[in-house]
């Protein structure tokens, strides 16, 4: 919400009810949560581009020694030896690790748009110019 710029009155004379002011700190929750949530998606699509570029360097590994060629392979905050194709397969598994995170993620941020759009309504419809949701 914003003040009004100098000058400028208050068309609307509504009065703001308990149940108005809690839609307000609702809609100010939701945007909050969107915003914390979008910065989560954004690191793990980070990861996925990532566990992409290393699935293929890794495929681009010579294959002079087919299985036994082990590659070090970060778990944590430690680098792991172990052989190429574990390393493939662990790569696959936090692919889709990732994939069903980011599909999480953005299911939600979707939820909240659709509150937030309602929230807008029921707001805009009360106060309408008198009251700024939009960034």
Known sequence: MEMLAEGQTNNHSSEVTLSDQT??????????????????????????EYL????IEIEMLDDEGGNEVKINYKMGDTFILMKKDAVIERVEEDL???????????????TIDGELEELKKYLYAKFGDSINLER
Do not use: G, M, W, Y
């Not at 992409?52 to 699935?55: E, H, S, W």
């Open 96 to 110: 889709a690790t990732v994939d069903s995170k980011i599909e999480e993620i953005e299911s939600k941020i979707e």
């Open 23 to 48: 839609k307000i700190n609702s809609f100010s929750k939701l945007i909050s949560r969107k915003d914390l949530l979008t910065q989560t998606l954004s690191i793990q699509k980070q990861d996925k």
């Open 52 to 55: 992409d570029d290393l699935a």
